[in-house]
């Protein structure tokens, strides 16, 4: 196989069309060049070059050469720098899952600012429950989930990611929406929209201490997948639900909420991964969360 030096060497020749110029272009001496065109093209096996007292010429076999040689420099360039760019997370890609509910807090403005950053890099979003993600994870079908604690995988790992809070939310026809404040014992005798338990474990038992707290367990009457599923059915009022307070701007003309106070409805989004060393793409992405998100 040819050296690449040898290729370049060559190629300064070939245009300069002369050795004195093409060594002082490579900054070395001509001695050592014309030695290394001999022994290029021994290794060619055939005449590359047309040797004269004052000008250069290329024979048949060398003007080939020089075609293939600068084709086989640029691709080798090409080559090392989307390495270096690979190992400093600027191309590749990024898998990310998201709870429903994250799209309404610091997650969007997140997104735009590493999508303007590194565009290069092809960055794939999943809505999912906190259980999908965790096994999607597992599975290697996602990089990185952004979820609801806690995890019943222990092999994953949590790192801070976003907070909120939860609340009440109504469909607009109804009675209680005259009242500009609500707690979670005013809805002792009305029908819930809930999820299944082992989809959002955390926030299911979340919502479930605060009914419990006051005094009632809630009476769910229909089930969906996903936060949007639950608030939609709030909307054809097929019952009530306790929501994130983030997702208050949906669907405004049909569903009315109302924040709940108190510790116990605040609540963590926190990102969750594999215990491995995070690629140098996911790499980038957790360190612009770590710091403050420019909308």
């Known amino acids: 196989m040819i050296d690449l030096r040898l290729l370049r060497q060559f190629v300064a020749v070939a245009e300069e069309l002369h050795f004195h110029r093409a060594a002082a272009r490579l900054h070395m001496s001509q001695p050592p060049l014309t030695a290394a065109m001999r022994r290029l093209e021994d290794e060619v096996g055939t005449g590359l070059i047309v040797r004269g007292n004052r000008t250069l010429g290329l024979t048949a076999a060398g003007q080939t050469l020089l075609v293939e040689a600068r084709a086989t420099l640029q691709q080798a360039e090409q080559a090392l720098q989307r390495t270096r760019e690979s190992a400093a997370g600027q191309t590749g890609s990024l898998r990310v899952g998201y709870v429903g509910s994250a799209l309404y807090g610091r997650l969007p403005a997140l997104i735009r600012q590493f999508r303007h950053a590194f565009a290069q890099v092809q960055l794939h979003l999943h809505e999912a429950t906190s259980r999908q993600q965790q096994q999607w994870l597992r599975e290697g079908r996602i990089d990185l989930g952004i979820l609801i604690p806690p995890i019943i995988s222990a092999e994953l790992h949590l790192q801070a990611f976003d907070h909120d809070r939860l609340a009440i939310a109504l469909p607009r026809a109804h009675r209680l929406v005259a009242r500009q404040r609500l707690d979670v014992a005013d809805l002792v005798d009305e029908p819930f929209v809930s999820w299944p338990s082992a989809e959002g474990v955390g926030f299911h038992a979340q919502v479930l201490g605060l009914c419990t707290a006051a005094g009632f367990t809630p009476r769910v009457v229909q089930e969906a997948q996903g936060m949007h599923a639950v608030l939609s059915l709030v909307a054809v009022e097929a019952g009530v639900a306790i929501v994130p307070a983030s ?31 995070p690629t140098p793409v996911l790499q980038n992405f957790l360190a612009m969360a770590a710091q403050p998100v420019v909308s």
């Open 247 to 277: 997702m208050s701007g949906f669907r405004p003309e049909e569903i009315v909420y109302r924040p709940l106070g108190g510790g116990n409805a605040a609540f963590e989004l926190q990102f969750c991964m594999r215990p491995e060393s």
